[in-house]
């Protein structure tokens, strides 16, 4: 039995490699590329249209749920109202480029597709609600608060977190042209990012391998549909911290156990959306009547999405896993395993630990 975990998850993860590194590099060009500055100046205001650009510009954005916690809250507090700082806050970790490109080859084009809209539709859905009810813009807290920057970046969050919340200043060779800022986007895509994933995308992997190899196909199909049990997926994934890169082979396995796709989905945008962390900052920086709308928002979207997605299939009897072995069966071997090698060193950082070790030994 438990060679057969193992090579489920092998496979898995063999499959995976590939697509998690080219979105792991596009994911560092968008950092490189697409500066918070900008951001803050096209989020101003508090309109449908600022709320829909905060829903948009967030999503292919490289941060996890608490790192973007400060994002938010810098354009909250820097002119942003409500809305688009909510909208911004849940499509950034509910979807990025390196998920979508897992997705992609795990779950196949029509989820991969279907999960980056309902990640956009939740966010611009939670920050309308919250938006409308803003009857009165509360006075931000101070800015250089302290207290900001500890709880986003608590312990239920990695290191991709460190850079978000400011606390590692930007390299002095970033303002030294396109070059430079190009190579810190890919180090901080391979190094702050997958620190922050490593060790959720592992058992991610552990988790849908254990799926795959002991549970029968049609085994959950009975429990896995219907509005109680996607509520329940949705209130179960809430106060997670799992990213969405790391809840794509957990939902793989869930979609091959027999568990409805639009179930799956629900687990896909609840889950990464937010934390404990995110909800205890939302909370002292909005209020709770605030804190209520957003909940209400996530959790309606996503259940909403879900029966669509479940209705639609019904209708159409289109198998959502068709295309997924299309999706790699063209990849030769030998890729597959360079790809996940290059993930395993960029991962575990063998030249960081030896340097760590040459200093110790000569101390």
Known sequence: MASDILQATLQLALAAAPWLLAGLAVAGLVRALLPQERLQAWLGGSSVGATARGAVAGAPLPLCSCGAIPAALALHRGGAGRGPATAFLIGSPGIGIDSLAISYVLLGPLMAVVRGLGAVVTALATGLLVGAGSLARQTPNDPGSDDVGGDACGSSCGNGCEDA???????????????????????????????????????????????????????????????????????????????????????????????????????????????????????????????????????????????????????????????????????????????????????????RVLRRLRAARSA
């Open 165 to 351: 919340c400011g606390t590692e200043s930007a390299p002095p060779e970033a303002r030294n042209g396109r070059l430079a800022e190009l190579r810190g986007g890919l180090a901080y895509a391979f190094g702050d990012i997958l620190d922050d994933i490593r060790l959720w995308l592992v058992l991610g992997l552990l988790v849908a391998g254990v799926l795959l190899a002991t549970v029968p196909p049609d085994a959950l199909a009975a429990y896995g549909s219907g509005p109680a049990v996607m509520l329940l997926m949705a209130l179960v994934g809430i106060p997670m911290y799992l990213c969405a890169t790391a809840a794509t082979p957990i939902a793989a396995g869930l979609l091959v156990a027999g568990v409805s796709p639009g179930t799956v989905l629900v687990f896909l945008l609840a889950a990464p959306i937010t934390s404990m962390a995110t909800l205890g900052v939302y909370r002292r920086e909005m209020g709770n009547a605030a804190l209520i709308r957003y909940l209400v928002g996530i959790v309606a979207s996503t259940v909403a999405l879900g029966l669509l997605l479940d209705l639609a299939l019904a209708q159409t009897g289109f198998d959502p896993l068709t295309g997924v072995e299309a999706a790699t069966e063209w990849l030769p071997h030998w890729l597959e395993w360079a790809a996940l090698i290059a993930l395993v060193l960029a991962a575990t950082h063998p030249l």
